[in-house]
C-alpha cells in the first residue's frame, strides 16, 4: 500500500536572494579587514631627487628657493616671510591659476619649506609642487 502526502509534490530550487546577501557581507568584510591592515605611519625620507620628471615650463610660474639656512628667494631675490605673503597675494590677484615652485635646498629644514608652502596656500595658490633634480640611474 502505498501512502500518499496530503501536499502536492514540488521540486526543489536554490534560492538566490540567501546568497547575494551573503555574498554582500563577505564583500564588506574584505574591504574593512583591508582598510585595518593600512598602516597609516610617517617614516622619515630623502625627498630633494627624482628618478624621472615631466619638465613643466609656464611663464607665469612662480618660483620659490629656500636655502639651507631658511632664506626665502624668489626669482633669485631674498624676500621675508611677510613680503612672500603681498608678493603672492598680488600674483594670485592676477592669475588664480598660476603655478608656484618650491625647491628647498638638499640641507633645508623641513619646517623652513613648509612654511613657503602654508603662504602659498594662505595666499590661494591652488598649483604647488616641489621641484626637484632627476638623480643619475645607477647600474
Same mark, same amino acid.
Given at each position: 500500500? %502505498? ?8 521540486? /526543489? ?7 547575494? $546577501? ?18 597609516? %605611519?610617517?617614516? =622619515? ?24 639656512? =631658511? $632664506? ?31 625647491? =628647498? ?5 623641513? =619646517? ?5 608652502? $602654508? ?17 643619475? /640611474?645607477?647600474?
Amino acid at each position: 500500500m %502505498k501512502i500518499t502526502s496530503p501536499l502536492p509534490e514540488r521540486k /526543489a530550487r536554490i534560492e538566490i536572494i540567501p546568497l547575494i $546577501d551573503i555574498m554582500f557581507f563577505l564583500l564588506a568584510a574584505f574591504m574593512l579587514a583591508s582598510l585595518a591592515l593600512i598602516h597609516l %605611519k610617517t617614516i =622619515g625620507v630623502s625627498l630633494p631627487s627624482a628618478r624621472a620628471h615631466t619638465p613643466a615650463f609656464e611663464a607665469a610660474a612662480i618660483n620659490i628657493d629656500v636655502d639651507q639656512r =631658511g $632664506d626665502i628667494f624668489v626669482e633669485h631675490e631674498r624676500v621675508s616671510a611677510v613680503e612672500l605673503e603681498s608678493l603672492l597675494a598680488n600674483q594670485m590677484q592676477k592669475n588664480t591659476n598660476a603655478p608656484v615652485y618650491i625647491s =628647498g635646498d638638499r640641507r633645508a629644514m623641513h =619646517g623652513d619649506v613648509i612654511r613657503v608652502l $602654508d603662504i602659498a596656500r594662505a595666499a590661494g595658490a591652488q598649483r604647488v609642487s616641489f621641484a626637484v633634480t632627476v638623480e643619475a /640611474a645607477r647600474q
